[in-house]
T-cell receptor, first 114, second 116 residues
Framework: NAGVTQTPKFQVLKTGQSMTLQCAQDMNHEYMSWYRQDPGMGLRLIHYSVGAGITDQGEVPNGYNVSRSTTEDFPLRLLSAAPSQTSVYFC?????????????FGPGTRLTVL | AQSVAQPEDQVNVAEGNPLTVKCTYSVSGNPYLFWYVQYPNRGLQFLLKYITGDNLVKGSYGFEAEFNKSQTSFHLKKPSALVSDSALYFCAVRDIRKGNTGKLIFGQGTTLQVKP
């Protein structure tokens, strides 16, 4: 198992550009999510999905879109990048949404918006 | 409100000495607590979790955590630190409000520095 994979590892964008961060998992997990990590703030939930075709907003969804057409993939789209979106982005997955289910994280994408 | 606090930004310990990374929590209902470690330029790796039962939870790489309900704490411990344990450690609690969103609420993180 590759686990949770993310591409790219690094990305530099100019303000106003759009891009898609890719996330895939090969563990047949139903639940997938995106977090952003900012210094001194821990990780904050952007969007999540409890299964193919189902997505919902987390605590910081503005400026981001997601879709879940397959169980394996959960891309995160930045529609018009802003400097405030400079961050490290982590994708995570778990077998379900049970309170005790362990979430497994990808290696992250470091995004800089100029 | 549900929250997690890691009161120390950094913990310094000598190799071979015991280490403790502190975490306190505030939840309404039963706490489901997790510890993750992040090595430089890497993703978060799961260490251990507390669900119910025994207050001492054993995890990966020789780490363990002690759940204390009266003090609302979930401190991470290791009897003998290694230089390779140097990393950023996150405590997290499952957010059980508003149903099963799967959301984890993370602390700010504690940098552990183990010196030879």
């Amino acid at each position: 198992n590759a686990g949770v994979t993310q591409t790219p590892k690094f990305q530099v964008l100019k303000t106003g550009q759009s891009m898609t961060l890719q996330c895939a998992q090969d563990m047949n997990h139903e639940y997938m999510s995106w977090y952003r990590q900012d210094p001194g703030m821990g990780l904050r939930l952007i969007h999540y999905s409890v299964g193919a075709g189902i997505t919902d907003q987390g605590e910081v969804p503005n400026g981001y879109n997601v879709s879940r057409s397959t169980t394996e993939d959960f891309p995160l789209r930045l529609l018009s990048a802003a400097p405030s979106q400079t961050s490290v982005y982590f994708c995570a997955s778990s077998i379900g949404t049970g309170f005790t289910d362990t979430q497994y994280f990808g290696p992250g994408t470091r995004l800089t918006v100029l | 409100a549900q929250s997690v606090a890691q009161p120390e930004d950094q913990v310094n310990v000598a190799e071979g000495n015991p280490l403790t990374v502190k975490c306190t929590y505030s939840v309404s209902g039963n706490p489901y607590l997790f510890w993750y470690v992040q090595y430089p330029n890497r993703g978060l790796q799961f260490l251990l979790k507390y669900i119910t039962g025994d207050n001492l939870v054993k995890g990966s790489y020789g780490f363990e955590a002690e759940f204390n309900k009266s003090q609302t704490s979930f401190h991470l411990k290791k009897p003998s630190a290694l230089v390779s344990d140097s990393a950023l450690y996150f405590c997290a609690v499952r957010d059980i409000r508003k149903g099963n969103t799967g959301k984890l609420i993370f602390g700010q993180g504690t940098t552990l520095q183990v010196k030879p």
